[in-house]
């Protein structure tokens, strides 16, 4: 089974509305990570959370991390067709802070 | 300030052939992680350079090895290659162990 895994697979919004996905780990997080990427390209960092309760945010999109849970969220408010893409978590789960841990990534499409 | 550059974008290589793919990273980093990533999948961590030493190692075989140079640039090297090994490859930069991993835009290797 995945060490990370995210939900929901896939996900089509309609331009406006607000979505949420998870990424849960079967391990300790020392460190969870979300990138975005476009098919075939590279990834783009979003945001960081090493913390326990942890929420950062930057423009429309905000993620948390739940240590007890060990998972993560990240929300997107408004979305835009900018928005879509693929979103990947990537996780420390060794706590020795060098390779990240993937899931499969989400992807997400936003219908005008 | 340019960030984390790979060549060649893409690469058409046949069954038993080798291929170098190279990565300079982003300005100020000297640690160079190298992941494969294979369609609908999350990357996977092939390995890590630091002080041109291999840090850590994924679950690869020894048909995949590597290099880091002084200047912290690094190759990615996989001989005898099948048709698995078809894939995006993406290197990632940071600095040492207390930054986020950037990564590059990628290298398309499809093996025929």
């Known amino acids: ?112 | 300030d340019a960030g984390v550059t790979q060549s060649p974008t893409h690469l058409i290589k046949t069954r038993g052939q080798q291929v170098t793919l190279r990565c300079s990273p982003k300005s100020g980093h000297d640690t160079v992680s190298w992941y494969q990533q294979a369609l609908g999948q999350g990357p996977q961590f092939i390995f890590q350079y630091y002080e041109e030493e291999e840090r850590q190692r994924g679950n690869f075989p020894d048909r995949f090895s590597g290099h880091q140079f002084p200047n912290y640039s690094s190759e990615l090297n996989v001989n005898a290659l099948l048709l698995g090994d078809s894939a995006l490859y993406l290197c990632a930069s940071r600095r040492d162990l207390t930054d986020t991993q950037y990564f590059g835009p990628g290298t398309r290797l499809t093996v025929l």
Request: charged content about 20%.
């Open chain 1, 1 to 112: 089974s995945q060490e990370l895994e995210q939900s929901p697979q896939s996900l089509i919004v309609q331009e406006g509305k607000n979505l949420t996905i998870n990424c849960t780990s079967s391990k300790t997080l020392y460190g969870l990570y979300w990138y975005k990427q476009k098919y075939g390209e590279g990834l783009i960092f979003l945001m960081m959370l090493q913390k326990g309760g942890e929420e950062k945010s930057h423009e429309k999109i905000t993620a948390k991390l739940d240590e007890k849970k060990q998972q993560s969220s990240l929300h997107i408010t408004a979305s835009q067709p900018s928005h879509a893409g693929i979103y990947l978590c990537g996780a420390d789960i060794t706590g020795a802070n060098s390779k990240l841990t993937f899931g499969k990534g989400i992807t997400l499409s936003v219908r005008p």
